[in-house]
Nanobody, 121 residues
């Protein structure tokens, strides 16, 4: 069974940095895109950054210049690095994987369980 396992997050001071990692576990043959979304109370989940299957990336305008996304295909891992964090960057960050082809699935989309990021002094 394919799962997304997230790590990182926690309490970060304003102006600080964080790194979130997500690993897709299971017998996986390929994944289309992998990325990070975030959600704050009362708000819809929004894209932060996505690493597309072809190697291009999408970065939300609200974090452009402060966020970098990278992907290790062999390890089925996607990593989000953010710097110069602002309290508005607080929220639950979710890993997302699209078009997973695995031993048991031909076209699976998954969300991670979410990891809380709090930017506060």
């Amino acid at each position: 069974q394919v799962q997304l396992v997230e790590s990182g997050g926690g309490l970060v001071q304003p102006g600080g940095s964080l790194e979130l990692s997500c690993v897709a576990s299971g017998t996986i043959f390929s994944i289309g895109s992998m990325g990070w979304y975030r959600q704050t109370p009362g708000q819809e989940r929004e894209m932060v950054a996505v690493y597309m299957s072809g190697g291009s990336t999408k970065i939300a305008g609200s974090v452009k210049g402060c966020a970098t996304i990278s992907r290790a295909y062999a390890q089925e891992t996607v990593t989000l690095q953010m710097n110069n964090l602002d309290p508005r960057d607080s929220g639950v960050y979710y890993c997302h994987a699209y078009r997973i082809i695995s031993l048991t699935d031909r076209d699976l989309t998954l969300w991670g369980q979410g990891t809380l990021v709090t930017v506060s002094s």
